[in-house]
């Protein structure tokens, strides 16, 4: 049974960082793609940063130079850091894991079978 659970959500001031993890566990496939999600009240779920199997990053334009996204394989665990964080990125976050791996670059929620139950960012203005 795959199990992913998210942690490093909090309330931050504007400006500031936080790091997610995301501990994966049950999901033994030699091509994976994984990612990072987030969805904001009244919002759809958006796509913030995926990486695949070979370490090939993709990282969404209103987060590009901010966030970024790491996978510690011995640990079995994706990161996301995030750094000069501001008032738009609060939002719920969520980590996926899906074997479609050449659908990395799309950042399509569709696309990803596995899902964490969700950490949530506050950043205060």
């Known amino acids: 049974q795959v199990q992913l659970v998210e942690s490093g959500g909090d309330l931050v001031q504007a400006g500031g960082s936080l790091r997610l993890s995301c501990k994966i566990s049950g999901f033994t496939v030699d091509r994976y793609c994984m990612a990072w999600f987030r969805q904001a009240p009244g919002k759809g779920r958006e796509g913030v940063a995926s990486i695949d199997s070979v370490d090939h990053k993709k990282h969404a334009d209103s987060v590009r130079g901010r966030f970024t996204i790491s996978f510690d394989k011995d640990a079995n665990t994706l990161y996301l850091q995030m750094d000069s964080l501001q008032y738009d990125d609060t939002a719920q976050y969520y980590c996926?894991?899906?074997?479609?791996?050449?659908?990395?670059?799309?950042?399509?929620?569709?696309?990803?079978?596995?899902w964490g139950q969700g950490t949530h960012v506050t950043v205060s203005s």
């Open positions: 996926a894991a899906g074997d479609r791996w050449w659908t990395c670059p799309r950042l399509d929620w569709a696309d990803f079978s596995n």
